[in-house]
C-alpha cells in the first residue's frame, strides 16, 4: 500500500492534462485487456493512487 501511495503522490503532481490522459490510457488499456486479473488491477489503479476517488467511499 505505502508504494501505490507514493507513486500517487507522484502521479498528483502531473499537470491536470497529463493526469487526464493517464486516465484515459488507463481505461483504453483496461478495455482492451482480456486477462481478467490485469483488467481489474488497470480499473483499480486511479482508484489505490488517489488519482480518482473511491465511489464506495
Not at 487526464?20 to 478495455?31: F, H, I, N, T, Y
Amino acid at each position: 500500500m505505502k508504494m501505490m501511495e507514493s507513486v500517487g503522490g507522484e502521479l498528483l503532481r502531473l499537470p491536470s492534462v497529463q493526469r487526464e490522459r493517464l486516465l484515459q490510457v488507463l481505461g483504453d488499456l483496461a478495455e482492451a485487456e482480456g486477462d481478467l486479473a490485469r483488467r481489474d488491477f488497470l480499473k483499480s489503479f486511479p482508484f489505490a493512487t488517489g488519482l480518482v476517488e473511491d465511489p464506495e467511499s
